[in-house]
């Protein structure tokens, strides 16, 4: 397992987004910060029950350790939904400095020295970046996310923004893997069955980091182009937060990506 300290952070970082010298990013891990108990140590949601404060601080302590501008930091507002939403100079903060309106799981920028977070404690974070239009994303998918494809339509609005698919990039980030993953029929038969193993109780093992892989590589990103951590996290709970390895009280991960403009 691959993993990078920073600053007061360690973290996971893809390879195919550590080649470009202009992008920060990287997927935290519970090392660095100042939250106890089950929130131990560097939880970043507002909405998991942390102590706000520590919350904040972890914020800091992150942003400082990756040379970021805290006062940029934006964030999703994660509800299970497909909602993508643009951060641009009108609301550059959202979602950590004031709250969005309504649910948003993937948010896009094309602002330099704009930060942007998304939070995971199992559901798969992606980050993304399209070269060419200068533009970084933060995505957030649970099976609904993924049933909603937002993944696929976080790329495609790339695309759609000016982006080539050659020059989008993607790094999927630790989640729960297929070994701890597992789920009710009715969750499992939304994706093909090639997605998951059933166990023969009416239960199933499934893949959510690999159904995220394809509908990213569906719109023509190229597969060398995605990266995959591997990274369980209720396997490596005492590394990552795990919703299930925690029963259900946990604190958050977050995904930060950024794209830097020196001067
Ligand atoms: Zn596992």
């Not at 100042?34 to 998991?48: K, P």
């Not at 729960?176 to 029929?185: P, R």
């Not at 394809?214 to 190229?222: E, F, N, R, T």
């Amino acid at each position: 397992m691959c993993i990078t300290e920073i600053g007061k952070v360690s973290l996971y970082q893809s390879d195919v987004l550590s080649k470009f010298s202009n992008i920060v990013h990287g997927f935290t891990t519970r090392k660095g910060g100042v939250s106890t108990g089950e929130y131990e140590s560097m939880s970043l949601s507002h909405f998991r029950g942390d102590d706000i404060a520590r919350v904040k601080e972890n914020e800091k302590i992150l942003c400082e350790s990756l040379g970021l501008d805290i006062k940029k930091l934006s964030s999703t507002k994660q509800e299970h939904t497909s909602n993508i939403e643009i951060v641009d100079k009108t609301n550059i903060g959202i979602g950590v400095h004031y709250d969005w309106d309504r649910g948003v799981d993937a948010c896009i920028t094309m602002e330099k020295n704009v930060p942007l977070l998304c939070f995971s404690a199992d559901c798969v974070p992606i980050l993304m970046y399209a070269e060419d239009i200068g533009a970084v994303a933060a995505v957030h998918a649970g099976w609904r996310g993924t049933d909603g494809k937002i993944a696929q339509k976080t790329a495609q609005k790339l695309i759609e923004l000016g982006a080539d698919e050659k020059n989008i990039y993607a790094a999927i980030g630790p989640c729960i893997g297929q070994c701890c993953y597992e789920v009710s029929e009715d969750v499992a038969e939304k994706f093909d069955k090639k997605y998951s193993v059933s166990k023969g109780n009416g239960k199933y093992m499934l893949d959510l980091a690999k159904v995220n892989f394809d509908l990213i590589a569906q719109v023509g990103v190229k597969e060398e182009n995605i990266s995959v951590s591997g990274i369980c996290t209720k396997c490596n709970n005492g590394l990552f937060f795990s919703h299930r390895a925690q029963n259900g009280k946990s604190g958050t991960l977050g995904g930060i990506i950024c794209i830097i403009e020196k001067g």
